[in-house]
Every structure is written in structure tokens, then in C-alpha cells.
């Protein structure tokens, strides 16, 4: 499966916005999510790629959302890239480091963002069969 | 005889691009790499081949029982911890977590021993959390050079910091100072 999809889970719209247009820009499939559980019901019908995470959110958070995605057995397929307005992650990171593989701090440029997204997905579409 | 270097590189989040960035400045070198990120099963072949593509020495999963070569690059797998046996034999096992992660910088470094031949390196670069600071101290502790890299080019400074604060660091540097020091150490 080639990978080329991205999603972007905050619940500020204004930040959803943005990385629509930039994702956009550069013709990266984009999909939305305000929250945790949007993200975890787009894993369910199958979304898999690079998921920009925001940590704090309402209801369930970053760090939550990412336990719920391991827990239900949804995480293969995706690379995680925490994007947070604040500058060193609290104490509920403990145990999730693994499946975070990136940090972004708000706000980002559009070309330090393209850049890793498409890294990124370069990562993703590396078969297990291919190792180095 | 050829000197048997070893560099041992402990890293978590922000760690594939920081890898990319320190190992794009290396030549080929007389000296074992060996990587622990924080990563899981289903994303460490990915990123070996990903620093494989970027670094002009080749990269691999380590694999267990095998004997390190100069000149090799090795990332240790996700869902183990990796030991090495006198400096240079690949020990994967299989246990309980330590600082919350599998593999541990920690365990990797704590396993080391004082080089009989040539340099031992330790390194701690950008990432959550306190892993690798045990390490770090340990590795100075047996004669190894350690460095950590600095807060302005970490993406978090979680995992650099706690090992700065320990003392035992001989230098704090941004990944492509630590290239320069690698080759000025090694070369």
C-alpha cells in the first residue's frame, strides 16, 4: 500500500485550517479530526499514515488519544508527530515514547512541516520486507 | 592491530531527523555505531532504512549474537533490550521495561565495560525523559568520552538534560559539532 496520507487531530480549527492549506499545497492527502475520538473512528475505517498530534485537547488528550490507538491495536501503519504550543511534554508521555516518533512546536513553518511529512512518509513506505 | 572504537548513541523523540542530520556530516569511519532509539517493532526496519539512505556508512537492525564491525552503523530493535557483550557481541533480551521504554539507552550503556583497545563514545541526543543519564555516568565512570547534545538543537531537551545534570558529560553540542568531535576523536 503506498502511503501519502496525513491527518491532523487538534481542536482549533484555525490550526486544522492551516495544515490543510499546506498539505494541500503540496497535494498530500489530508484528513481532519477535532478530537480523539475522530481520530481513533478515522484508524477504525482504515486511515493509516502520518498523524500530527495535538497534546492538549479536551476530553481526551494527546497522550490518551495515543494509548487508545496502541490498546486497540491500530497504531502499525502510522507515524505519530506530537505538535504542541508548549515547550517540554509533561509527565504523561511515560510509557508512549515509542510510538512518538516527532515534536513539533507551534507555530511551524510550512517548509519545516512539508519537509518532515514527506520524510516521514518516505518512512512509511518501506516494506518490511526491505531492510536495511 | 586496528583499533576497536566503539560509539554508543542512546536517542528518542526527534531522534530520525537528528540521526539523519549527525550522520550526513560522517565519513566512513574505524568505529561501531550502535543506535538505541526509543522505537517499536513496527517502525525500526523504517528507519534503519531511512538513515541508511542519508549516512555513507551502511546501517542495520542489530541482530543477536552477532560481533560488531568498524565501519557498520547498527539500530537496535524495537521490543528488546540490547546488551553488549565485551564491548562488541550483540546481546538482545527480552525483560521488563526500564525508564517506561524497550530498548533502554540505559541497559545498552550500563552492559559496557572499560575498552581494552581504542575508544569507547557515549552519546545522548534529543528525546523525552531521563534515559540514558544512568548510562552516560556509567560510561564515564569505565574511561569513555561522553557528550550530550545541547538545548537550543534538541527537539526536547528531556533525555540531554538529565544526562548534562549528572556531571558526567565532557561535551554539550549541537549534532553537527558532534559530528566534527567524532571526527577529531576518531580520526
Known sequence: ?132 | MLKRNLVVIGVSTGGPFTLKELFGELPPMNAAFVIVLHITQQMDYRIARGLDAAASMPVALAVDGEHLRGGNIYLAPGGFHLKLDGNQRVVLCEGERVNYVQPSVDVTMQSLTRPLGGSLIGIVLTGMGKDGAEGIRHIKKVGGVTIAQDQKSSTIYGMPKAAAQTGAVDFVLPPKKIAAKLIELLG
Not at chain 1, 487531530?9 to 492527502?29: F, G, M, T
Open chain 1, 1 to 132: 500500500m503506498n502511503h501519502n496520507k496525513i491527518m491532523i487531530v487538534d481542536d482549533n480549527e484555525y490550526v486544522r485550517a492551516s495544515v490543510e492549506i499546506i498539505c494541500q499545497s503540496v497535494q498530500l492527502d489530508i484528513t481532519c479530526a477535532a478530537g480523539g475520538e475522530e481520530c481513533l473512528s478515522h484508524l477504525e475505517s482504515g486511515f493509516r499514515g502520518v498523524i500530527l498530534m495535538d497534546i492538549m485537547m479536551p476530553e481526551m488528550d494527546g497522550w490518551d488519544t495515543i494509548r487508545e490507538i496502541v490498546g486497540r491495536g491500530l497504531y502499525d501503519g502510522n507515524i505519530i508527530v506530537m505538535l504542541t504550543g508548549m515547550g517540554e511534554p509533561d509527565a504523561k508521555m511515560d510509557g508512549v515514547q515509542e510510538y512518538v516518533t516527532d515534536y513539533m512546536t507551534k507555530p511551524f513553518g510550512p517548509d519545516q512541516l512539508i519537509e518532515s511529512l514527506q520524510y516521514y512518509l518516505t518512512l512509511l513506505n518501506v516494506t518490511s520486507g526491505a531492510h536495511a
